[in-house]
């Protein structure tokens, strides 16, 4: 069974930064792309970023340039490294794992598995 557990959130004001982990078990963690995605309140849940098994990496344009994620095959962790902050990144977090082995996606319905998440909250 696939455990994804997000820690990392937190309150920070606007240009500050915060770093989200994810630890996956369950799994041959290094086969999978991981993602990571966000979710406003009345809003759908929307794409961060992503990396693949060979540390590809893509971004919404949104945060292109602010945030970075990153893996850790040897830990089973993939985190995301947010800089800049902005109140529009005030969402909760989730980390995501692809259903398939060969794809890296940025679609929700391309990750199979999902963390339970974890707030950010960036204020003005």
């Known amino acids: 069974q696939v455990q994804l557990l997000e820690s990392g959130g937190g309150l920070v004001q606007a240009g500050g930064s915060l770093r989200l982990s994810c630890a996956a078990s369950?799994?041959?963690?290094?086969?999978?792309?991981m993602g990571w995605f966000r979710q406003a309140p009345g809003k759908e849940r929307e794409f961060v970023a992503a990396?693949?098994?060979?540390?590809?990496?893509i971004y919404a344009d949104s945060v292109k340039g602010r945030f970075t994620i990153s893996r850790d095959n040897a830990k089973n962790t993939v985190d995301l490294q947010m800089n800049s902050l902005k109140p529009e990144d005030t969402a909760v977090h989730y980390c995501?794992?692809?259903?398939?082995?060969?794809?890296?996606?940025?679609?929700?319905?391309?990750?199979?598995?999902w963390g339970q998440g974890t707030q950010v909250t960036v204020s003005s």
């Open positions: 995501a794992m692809s259903a398939s082995r060969l794809r890296l996606g940025i679609k929700v319905s391309e990750y199979g598995y």
């Open positions: 369950g799994r041959t963690f290094s086969s999978y792309a």
């Open positions: 990396i693949s098994s060979g540390s590809t990496t």
